[in-house]
């Protein structure tokens, strides 16, 4: 898909039983967006993010992003403003997808996909080879469901990562070190309170 437009659009405001992000930087920076107020949907934290996309800030331009426990959308929504060539948000709430979609319409995205799926089984239905690979990926599963093992083992098996590609995971600080494979090296890594966020690039070949 085509760049994002970046004239400037009208936001659509939070409702009274909607929660709020703003984004951080980039070419929509300060904006605000609403995004429902479902159980266990947390946004990642404005200092949290912002840390991230320090880290990130070499990293985005040009990446093409999977966001895959979208939620809100934080995540992918500040790679697209930071220059990100495309992003797939993934989630399976309807309320939640279709809230993405219209705040994507209002920044006037052209170049997100929405996916209303459960994350495991849209990774379990890519085909091997014939699928894009993904530069930078976002991974803030719902906590304490035991997600990351299998979404990350399900990355790495349908080929959908691509060499040298980053992998962010938000997780409780309470999980520890969740399994990963081998060939995934930890660049970063900082702890907020009840969460624990690392950032990892994945090696061509396991270390031997």
Not at 130 to 141: Q, S, T
Request: glycine fraction near 8%; hydrophobic fraction near 40%; charged fraction near 25%.
């Amino acid at each position: 898909m085509g760049r994002h437009n970046r004239r400037r659009s009208q936001t659509r405001p939070a409702i009274a039983d909607e929660g709020e992000l703003r984004i951080i930087a980039g070419d929509w920076r300060g904006r605000r967006l609403g995004f429902p107020a479902i159980q266990g949907l947390r946004p990642t934290p404005d200092r949290v993010r912002e840390t991230l996309f320090n880290w990130l800030q070499t990293y985005v331009p040009g990446a093409r992003c999977l966001d895959l426990f979208a939620g809100s959308g934080a995540l992918g929504l500040e790679a697209l403003s930071r220059g990100a060539e495309s992003v797939t948000f993934v989630d399976n709430a309807p309320a939640v997808t279709q809230r993405l979609r219209e705040n994507l319409h209002l920044l006037k995205a052209g170049n997100a996909e929405v996916v209303q799926a459960a994350a495991m089984e849209w990774l379990g239905q890519r085909q091997t080879d014939l699928e894009p690979r993904y530069d930078l990926v976002f991974l803030d599963p719902p906590f304490r469901c035991d997600l990351l093992p299998l979404a990350c083992e399900l990355l790495e098996s349908r080929k959908l990562l691509a060499d040298q590609a980053l992998i962010y995971i938000e997780a409780e600080s309470e999980l520890g070190m969740p399994r990963l494979p081998d060939n995934w090296r930890e660049l970063r890594s900082k702890t907020a309170g009840q969460v624990s966020y690392r950032l990892f690039i994945r090696e061509t070949e396991p270390e031997q």
